[in-house]
DNA sequence: GCCGTTTTCGGCCCGACTGTTTTCAGTCG
């Protein structure tokens, strides 16, 4: 039984309240459970059969007599009542945007609705239209959520959208009448995945803005257009639909409205508590004094009246960001990075030569990169045999000799194999300067005598020349699930042998992911972000992987990227001499 | 159901938009 287990059924367990009418601070307490949960890096049901879960945020008698009911029997009596009183199907309607759960349990009072299909059917029929409080409109509005919901597959990348929102950012700037634009949402908060883009205009001329910005190449649906507000949606390459939001606000309001868009929506209850308590109240126009405005103007206004450092925007989640200011001010950034320790070229199943990647990298201003082509396991990607990687690791050198100005490190990626070994011999990985050990095969549980995900890992971080894990849990986001690994044992382990862990920043791993890169943070581990660029055009990706760490709370001195080449050789040199 | 600079009960974030039940409930972010 997996944290996400727990989050679904109390989410279910709120769901089902709602749409039986229940008290909504009570079905809150659920969700907040829920999101407890899905926050915490480390296995919950393990804690509740070790000990208290009332120490989570949020968790109290109740809830934690119903996770350990959870862990102890499979169920919880609360959830098998509501089960019996509703059809399985009912809490899924939530999704479609337009159906509450008012109308929820509307159509399966009145029309006997039990799912997506039955909601179909009625609507085609013109039943439910006849229902009191539902008319034309809010069947049309229900009909597009359905159609937008199959059509938009759940959520997008960030590395997906973060180019197209700041595609449209460019567009609606260049429009007259324009001070500003800028991405808010969870984009802005570089969460691995979104739901929709949103972008904040500052302008005094909203009608003719938003109407320019529903014109727009490229828009497939118009699903509002007001004064201030415009909502879009756009036809990704694989045929799904992204929507994109757009608000327009006065300039002297912009720092509200900013702070207020970027959300989360949890960072700004807190936020709102703490102006309540002091008898303001925090709206996206601004922080007010009864009818006075006290700030508003810039985000870092509100956060100072509030008696807060500024909280960057990846880490305003509602995780004890206002409990551990220190982090905010020296988080890392992308000029912080002095080099690439994770790409590939054509000698495995990279795009570029060795000239090409280091050139694109001496131009992006870095000062050293290392060349970690995959080893000979790794058959599908072009791994280098012993013979191939000897002739490779000269070639490398050979460049490094030739181009001025950065410097070209040995490295490899190493596979970790089944048995924990690794995949070239000791004499081969001692001519490196930099090894990353990764688990590309038998990603599945290990099984009898086999070696576990999280036991191979740790024989690999006990091997002298393995300088950091790379993408530690394989995840894919969207496509594949992360390997089941005891990630407590593996921060200490790191932590132990001077390992370091990685931060994958390809938008498709972000391996580690934010809660990861805490967990490893509170244990000491030094982390490494590297692209696993297999073309020049991948370093830009470097972003997305600052974007993680930071989220994560990692600072300019957790991160082997920010280290001088001196520095970086020493670290090594420990691990290797230890 | 949770929680405490409002501390064991009474409160729990805020505003906009929309459609329709014509005075506001439902939904959304």
Redesign the pocket.
């Known amino acids: 039984m997996s944290n996400a287990d727990l989050v679904r059924i109390f989410e279910r367990i709120a769901d089902l309240m709602e749409i039986d009418g229940a008290?909504r601070?009570?079905i809150?307490?659920?969700r907040?459970?829920a999101r407890t949960i899905k926050d915490t890096p480390t296995d919950v049901a393990e804690m509740a059969r070790n000990g208290d879960v009332?120490d989570?945020?949020?968790?109290?008698?109740?809830?934690?007599e119903?996770i350990r009911q959870f862990v102890d029997t499979g169920h919880i009596d609360?959830l098998v009542q509501l089960e019996a009183k509703f059809p399985p199907g009912l809490p899924a309607l939530?999704d479609?945007?337009?159906?509450?759960?008012?109308?929820?349990g509307?159509v399966h009072r009145e029309l006997g609705v039990t799912g997506l299909e039955d909601l179909k059917k009625v609507a085609a029929s013109g039943k439910l239209?006849e229902l009191?409080?539902?008319?034309?409109?809010?069947?049309?509005?229900i009909s597009e959520?359905i159609a937008f919901l199959e059509s938009s597959g759940g959520r997008t990348p960030l590395g997906i959208a973060l180019p197209i929102a700041e595609m449209f950012a460019d567009r609606v700037r260049a429009l007259p009448g324009v001070d500003r634009v800028e991405i808010a949402?969870s984009l802005r908060r570089g969460a691995e995945t979104i739901?929709?883009v949103?972008l904040l205009c500052a302008s005094g001329e909203g009608a003719a803005i938003v109407r320019q910005f529903t014109e727009f190449d490229g828009v497939r649906r118009v699903l509002?257009a007001?004064?201030?507000?415009g909502s879009v949606t756009i036809e990704l390459a694989d045929r799904r639909e992204l929507?994109i939001?757009l608000r327009v606000v006065e300039t002297d309001a912009f720092g509200a409205a900013w702070q207020y868009?970027t959300?989360s929506?949890e960072h700004?209850?807190r936020l709102?508590?703490r102006?309540?308590?002091r008898k303001w109240?925090?709206?996206?126009?601004g922080l007010?004094h009864e009818k006075r405005r006290i700030a508003g103007e810039s985000e870092s206004d509100i956060y100072k009246k509030l008696e807060l450092s500024f909280v960057p925007p990846e880490l305003r989640e509602d995780r004890g960001e206002f409990d551990r200011p220190s982090d905010a001010a020296d988080l890392v950034t992308l000029k912080d990075i002095r080099g690439d320790l994770h790409m590939h070229t054509v000698a495995s199943d990279g795009k570029c030569t060795i000239e090409a990647m280091a050139c694109a990298a001496k131009e992006r201003g870095y000062k050293f990169i290392a060349i970690c082509d995959h080893s000979k396991s790794s058959t599908i990607a072009n791994g280098l045999t012993i013979e191939r990687m000897k002739k490779h690791i000269r070639a490398i050198r050979k460049v490094d000799e030739a181009i001025e100005g950065i410097a070209i490190l040995v490295g490899c990626e190493c596979d970790i194999l089944s048995d924990g070994s690794m995949d070239y011999p000791d004499d081969l990985l001692a001519q490196c300067d930099w090894v990353v050990g990764s688990i590309h095969s038998a990603m599945g549980k290990g099984g009898s005598g086999k070696l576990s995900p999280t036991e191979r890992t740790i024989a690999a971080m006990e091997h002298r020349y393995v300088c950091a894990i790379g993408h530690p849990t394989g995840r894919l986001i969207n496509r594949r699930a992360p390997m089941d690994l005891d990630m407590q044992t593996i921060v200490k382990t790191a932590k132990r042998t001077g390992t370091m862990l990685e931060i994958n920043a390809s938008w498709r791993r972000l391996d580690l992911k934010d809660l990861h890169v805490r967990l490893a943070l509170d244990a000491g581990v030094v982390l490494t972000i590297n692209t696993d660029a297999h073309h020049t055009d991948q370093f830009a990706q470097m972003r997305y992987g600052i974007m993680t760490a930071r989220r994560g709370g990692a600072t300019v001195k957790d991160v082997a990227n920010c280290l001088t080449l001196a520095s970086l050789r020493k670290r090594i040199a420990k691990k290797r001499d230890s």
């Not at 009191?132 to 509005?141: E, L, N, P, T």
């Not at 109240?281 to 126009?285: A, G, I, S, T």
Request: charged residues 30%; proline residues 3%; aromatic residues 8%.
């Open positions: 008290d601070f009570r809150n307490s659920y907040r459970v009332t989570l945020q949020g968790v109290g008698k109740g809830t934690a119903r609360v939530l479609i945007p337009g159906m509450g759960p008012k109308k929820v509307l239209a009191s409080g539902m008319g034309v409109a809010s069947v049309k509005k959520g949402g739901g929709d949103d509002a007001g004064d201030t507000k929507q939001d868009f959300g929506k700004n209850v709102r508590e102006a309540v308590r109240r925090l709206n996206e126009y007010y």
